[in-house]
């Protein structure tokens, strides 16, 4: 009952959020009444003037009904933590649009992507294969600029994905360079697991996920 | 009889939410001896603008209240005491409660003040047979779910000493616009905002211990990652750390004066730390292997982290200078994400299960004692506890989407604080 008046509530709100989100254009700021912002670039941790004094709540005010010093009162608890509204920007479109020229560029190509076993980056004999054609292909395409991204299956940690992706983009840059491709033609990223090619839960899925992805960089 | 309640309460609990695993060890956060204080909510009586909200505040009262562990909700109407007629309580029911073993009584009304919403909330103690709170609280109706935290937290404070969570936040990635964004919630879900919107990926997001911004990495041009830092009060944004390959996992110190992070800007992932204020970046791990996510320990003199140096990634323990490197963790092939606990006594991480499964788990500090808190399927990633230590969110993937959700430190009462088809991830809890 409780959890679907939660999910009831969220949903509401989260759509609340989503008509009003993208249509507001306007570079608006709430007021940070309250607490002192400073210009100060770096976090600043003294509690003295920004963690338990008091700081209300902008919109929230507070008084005893009872006769005062009766026990502790929230004015000794920490105030609420605000959040500014979003700042609109235009690189969302900017990025699809790169994106979708890289795409483009890099299905013209036809560099092919190679794949790893389950927690490994070795290079397997297949993924010779294909790195020998694709190799010859950027030799035969001096001008062109490729990055290499290494891409992970769900299973483990956001955190150590992220660096066994870097280490499968890597083994793909050393292998092009063994090659013969000149290193600094290959940019490495990771994705880990943030960027996943197939979203099912099985192993024909995860395996399409363990990848180096050759991409042609197209500025 | 008291255990065979708490068994049959486990029994329940793991029942309803289908994913938890039986507690067989109680790990009480603050005294093992503790016992929770009954508590009855009269009910709020009066009606504003919103409709229905004299219930909402009453159901959001008794979710914090059941939420802080402090409390033990008693069910009023089933010990026969009359709960919608609770403005102005008589001496007879206050006795009457008391006479059932109900400690605190909790009630008050709701009122509209010009274009203000205003919350009154009583407290009657049994203990000294008065009524010892009065607070009105007034604001628009859009913080009425604030409000009602409030008066949340004043009691766990009142009857702890301690400041309650109930006005905490959860900053997470969420997928809602099509790309992984930094939002951040209410501690119960409600209210999420979103706070970047760069159009690609923003990863794990971490509080300043004043909390007033998050850092996290940010892929800015797609190709490479900073650590940027934002302040959630104006949305200004910076870059704090701009090194050439993966820059991830970033932590503050408990001071708020040094980030520790890993980056692999010189080959492989290693430990730096970078002095906030003097801009000094300290190189703290130096090996082939790779070592990643940083959890301070609340004395800030030591960090526990993950490494794969001994083959499988573990959670290694060092001195906050990169010194006096320990392995902590034996059991499985596969042990990471540590977060040390704030009071110390407790490192949370993921673990994988003999069934290669990817739970939560908990370590103590020394070594000796190590617990499962969940089961079941699903990659369960990024513990973060609440600041008191009674609670973890994480995310998992046990219903299919990444979800977060809220368990409690000893595994019992999990619940899911995101719904939605889309992915979220990477939860972290605001400090006090």
């Known amino acids: 009952m409780h959890t679907r008046y939660v999910t009831a509530c969220l949903m509401g709100a989260v759509s609340l959020m989503l008509l009003i989100g993208p249509a507001c254009s306007k570079k608006e700021i709430q007021a940070t009444s309250g607490s002192k912002s400073s210009e100060r670039p770096m976090a600043k941790t003294d509690r003295a003037d920004s963690g338990t004094a008091a700081r209300p709540e902008p919109g929230i005010s507070e008084q005893d009904l009872l006769k005062p010093g009766k026990g502790p009162s929230a004015e000794n608890l920490p105030g609420d933590i605000k959040v500014a509204k979003v700042q609109p920007s235009d690189s969302t479109s900017r990025i699809a649009e790169d994106i979708r020229r890289e795409q483009v560029a890099t299905a013209a190509s036809g560099l092919k992507d190679v794949y790893f076993a389950f927690d490994s980056w070795n290079i397997t004999e297949e993924a010779r294969q294909a790195l020998t054609a694709d190799a010859e292909w950027i030799k035969a395409n001096p001008t062109s600029m490729l990055k290499i991204e290494g891409h992970c299956d769900e299973r483990g940690t956001q955190a150590y994905n992220l660096v066994l992706g870097e280490k499968r983009a890597k083994a793909v840059r050393n292998y092009l360079a063994e090659l013969g491709v000149v290193a600094n033609r ?15 839960r099985d192993e024909s899925c995860y395996q399409q996920n363990r990848r180096g992805h050759i991409v042609v960089r197209t500025k | ?63 914090d209240l059941r939420r802080s562990q402090i409390f033990s909700l008693m069910d009023l109407p089933k010990l026969g005491i009359k709960v919608n007629d609770a403005e102005d309580p008589e001496k007879a029911l206050f006795k009457q409660a008391t006479e059932n073993g109900i400690s605190v009584l909790v009630w008050g009304k709701l009122g509209v003040k010009e274009a203000d919403v205003v919350l009154d909330g009583y407290v009657y103690d049994g203990g ?22 409030r008066l949340a937290d004043e009691l766990v404070f009142r009857y702890t000493g301690e400041p309650g969570i109930a006005r905490t936040k959860i900053a997470f990635v969420s997928e809602q616009t099509g790309s992984r964004e930094l939002y951040v919630m209410d501690y119960d879900g409600y209210a999420p905002r ?44 910076w ?3 701009s090194l050439g390959g993966l820059n991830i996992t970033p932590a503050f110190s408990p001071d708020g004066n040094d980030l520790v992070f890993a980056t692999s800007h010189d080959g492989d992932s290693e430990l730096y730390k970078l002095d906030t204020r003097t801009k000094v970046l300290q190189r703290l791990t130096n090996n082939s292997a790779s070592d990643l996510s940083p959890s301070w320990s609340p004395t800030g003199r ?15 323990l060092m001195s906050a200078d990169g010194s006096n490197v320990r392995r902590l963790t034996y059991e499985g092939d596969y042990n990471a994400a540590p977060a040390w606990s704030p009071r110390g006594t407790w490192i949370a991480h993921v673990c994988r299960t003999p069934t290669k499964e990817y739970k939560l788990c908990v370590v103590s500090p020394d070594g000796q004692q190590r617990r499962q808190l969940t089961t079941g399927p699903g990659v369960d990633d990024s513990p973060s506890w609440s600041p008191d230590g009674r609670h973890l969110a994480f995310s998992s993937t046990a219903e299919g989407k990444s979800h977060i959700y809220m368990i409690n430190s000893d595994g019992t009462d999990l619940e899911r604080l995101t719904s939605g088809g889309t992915h979220h991830s990477s939860p972290s809890w605001s400090p006090l």
């Open chain 2, 194 to 237: 979103q706070v970047t919107a760069d159009g690609f990926l923003n990863l794990m997001p971490h509080w300043s211990p004043d909390r007033r911004f998050l850092v996290f990495t940010a892929y800015r041009s797609r190709t490479t990652q900073d650590i940027d830092m934002i302040e959630l009060a104006t949305g200004k944004r």
């Open chain 2, 128 to 149: 000294n047979d008065e009524v010892v709170a009065g607070k009105r609280y007034a604001g628009p109706s859009s913080v009425l779910r604030l409000m009602v935290h």
């Open chain 2, 1 to 63: 009889m008291r255990v065979v309640v708490f068994i049959v309460y486990l029994a329940v609990c793991a029942a309803f939410v289908g994913i938890t695993g039986a507690a067989d060890v109680f790990l009480e956060a603050t005294r093992p001896d503790f016992e929770k204080i009954p508590i009855g909510v009269l009910g709020f009586q009066g009606k504003t603008a919103v409709a229905g909200s004299a219930e909402q505040v009453a159901t959001v009262l008794k979710a």
């Open chain 1, 186 to 200: 290959l940019a490495v990223v990771s994705y880990g697991k943030e960027r996943p090619f197939c979203k099912e």
């Open chain 2, 239 to 241: 870059t704090l750390v």
């Open chain 2, 302 to 316: 030591e960090i526990a982290f993950t490494s794969d140096r001994g083959g499988g990634p573990q959670i290694y």
